[in-house]
Nanobody
Framework: QVELVESGGGLVQAGGSLRLSCAAS????????MGWFRQAPGKEREFVAA????????YYADSVKGRFTISRDNAKNTVYLQMNSLKPEDTAVYYC?????????????????WGQGTQVTVSS
Protein backbone atom coordinates (compact mmCIF):
# COMPACT_ATOMS: atom_id res chain seq x y z
CA GLN A 1 0.00 0.00 0.00
CA VAL A 2 1.22 3.48 -0.92
CA GLU A 3 -0.16 6.74 0.40
CA LEU A 4 0.30 9.85 -1.71
CA VAL A 5 -0.07 13.39 -0.39
CA GLU A 6 0.03 16.36 -2.74
CA SER A 7 0.90 19.91 -1.76
CA GLY A 8 1.86 23.20 -3.35
CA GLY A 9 -1.38 24.18 -5.04
CA GLY A 10 -2.82 27.66 -4.80
CA LEU A 11 -3.93 30.77 -6.64
CA VAL A 12 -1.59 32.34 -9.17
CA GLN A 13 -1.89 34.89 -11.94
CA ALA A 14 -1.56 33.90 -15.57
CA GLY A 15 2.10 33.67 -16.52
CA GLY A 16 3.11 32.71 -13.02
CA SER A 17 4.61 29.52 -11.64
CA LEU A 18 3.85 26.88 -9.04
CA ARG A 19 5.62 23.74 -7.92
CA LEU A 20 3.54 20.81 -6.80
CA SER A 21 4.96 18.10 -4.59
CA CYS A 22 3.73 14.59 -3.94
CA ALA A 23 5.12 12.76 -0.93
CA ALA A 24 4.79 8.98 -0.90
CA SER A 25 4.86 6.57 1.98
CA UNK A 26 6.53 3.18 1.81
CA UNK A 27 9.93 1.79 0.95
CA UNK A 28 9.27 0.93 -2.66
CA UNK A 29 8.73 4.41 -4.07
CA UNK A 30 11.65 4.04 -6.46
CA UNK A 31 9.95 1.09 -8.17
CA UNK A 32 6.80 3.01 -9.09
CA UNK A 33 6.12 4.95 -12.24
CA MET A 34 4.71 8.28 -11.09
CA GLY A 35 2.22 10.46 -12.86
CA TRP A 36 0.33 13.72 -12.54
CA PHE A 37 -3.25 14.12 -13.73
CA ARG A 38 -5.71 16.98 -13.46
CA GLN A 39 -9.44 17.44 -13.45
CA ALA A 40 -11.22 20.69 -14.20
CA PRO A 41 -14.84 21.30 -13.17
CA GLY A 42 -17.22 19.41 -15.41
CA LYS A 43 -14.42 17.65 -17.26
CA GLU A 44 -12.84 14.22 -17.12
CA ARG A 45 -9.55 13.62 -15.38
CA GLU A 46 -6.71 13.98 -17.86
CA PHE A 47 -3.06 13.06 -18.09
CA VAL A 48 -0.48 15.77 -17.46
CA ALA A 49 2.93 14.13 -17.04
CA ALA A 50 4.67 10.90 -16.02
CA UNK A 51 8.15 9.85 -15.03
CA UNK A 52 9.92 6.49 -15.05
CA UNK A 53 11.37 4.69 -12.04
CA UNK A 54 14.80 6.21 -12.43
CA UNK A 55 13.64 9.56 -13.71
CA UNK A 56 15.45 9.04 -17.01
CA UNK A 57 12.25 9.10 -19.04
CA UNK A 58 9.52 11.71 -18.86
CA TYR A 59 6.28 12.10 -20.76
CA TYR A 60 3.97 15.08 -21.16
CA ALA A 61 0.59 15.97 -22.51
CA ASP A 62 0.85 18.24 -25.53
CA SER A 63 -1.01 20.97 -23.67
CA VAL A 64 1.77 21.33 -21.05
CA LYS A 65 4.87 20.38 -23.03
CA GLY A 66 7.54 23.05 -22.71
CA ARG A 67 5.84 24.65 -19.69
CA PHE A 68 5.69 21.87 -17.09
CA THR A 69 8.51 19.69 -15.81
CA ILE A 70 8.11 16.48 -13.84
CA SER A 71 10.94 15.23 -11.64
CA ARG A 72 11.47 12.86 -8.73
CA ASP A 73 13.76 12.44 -5.75
CA ASN A 74 13.74 8.78 -4.75
CA ALA A 75 15.76 9.50 -1.62
CA LYS A 76 12.92 11.74 -0.42
CA ASN A 77 10.07 9.61 -1.81
CA THR A 78 8.79 12.69 -3.61
CA VAL A 79 7.73 13.59 -7.12
CA TYR A 80 7.43 17.18 -8.30
CA LEU A 81 5.61 19.09 -11.00
CA GLN A 82 7.12 22.45 -11.85
CA MET A 83 4.53 24.52 -13.67
CA ASN A 84 5.62 27.66 -15.50
CA SER A 85 3.82 30.08 -17.79
CA LEU A 86 0.52 29.06 -16.27
CA LYS A 87 -2.69 29.74 -18.14
CA PRO A 88 -6.28 30.02 -16.91
CA GLU A 89 -7.02 26.72 -18.67
CA ASP A 90 -4.54 25.02 -16.33
CA THR A 91 -7.02 25.57 -13.50
CA ALA A 92 -7.91 22.18 -12.05
CA VAL A 93 -7.44 19.80 -9.17
CA TYR A 94 -4.09 18.11 -9.69
CA TYR A 95 -3.63 14.50 -8.65
CA CYS A 96 -0.51 12.46 -8.09
CA UNK A 97 -0.61 8.76 -9.00
CA UNK A 98 1.64 5.70 -8.72
CA UNK A 99 1.81 2.68 -11.01
CA UNK A 100 3.33 -0.63 -9.98
CA UNK A 101 3.84 -1.90 -13.51
CA UNK A 102 4.68 -0.47 -16.89
CA UNK A 103 1.65 0.35 -18.93
CA UNK A 104 0.04 3.10 -20.91
CA UNK A 105 1.40 5.91 -18.76
CA UNK A 106 -1.22 8.39 -19.95
CA UNK A 107 -4.15 6.20 -18.95
CA UNK A 108 -5.82 6.49 -15.55
CA UNK A 109 -6.22 2.71 -15.52
CA UNK A 110 -2.46 2.15 -15.45
CA UNK A 111 -2.18 3.64 -11.95
CA UNK A 112 -2.78 1.80 -8.72
CA UNK A 113 -2.66 4.55 -6.11
CA TRP A 114 -3.93 8.13 -6.06
CA GLY A 115 -3.55 11.15 -3.85
CA GLN A 116 -6.39 13.34 -2.68
CA GLY A 117 -5.54 16.19 -5.04
CA THR A 118 -4.48 19.81 -4.70
CA GLN A 119 -6.29 22.78 -6.23
CA VAL A 120 -4.53 25.00 -8.74
CA THR A 121 -6.31 28.17 -9.81
CA VAL A 122 -4.89 30.47 -12.46
CA SER A 123 -6.48 33.90 -12.74
CA SER A 124 -6.49 35.91 -15.95
Amino acid sequence: QVELVESGGGLVQAGGSLRLSCAASGRTFSTYIMGWFRQAPGKEREFVAAISWTGDNTYYADSVKGRFTISRDNAKNTVYLQMNSLKPEDTAVYYCAAAKRRGEYSSLHAYDYWGQGTQVTVSS
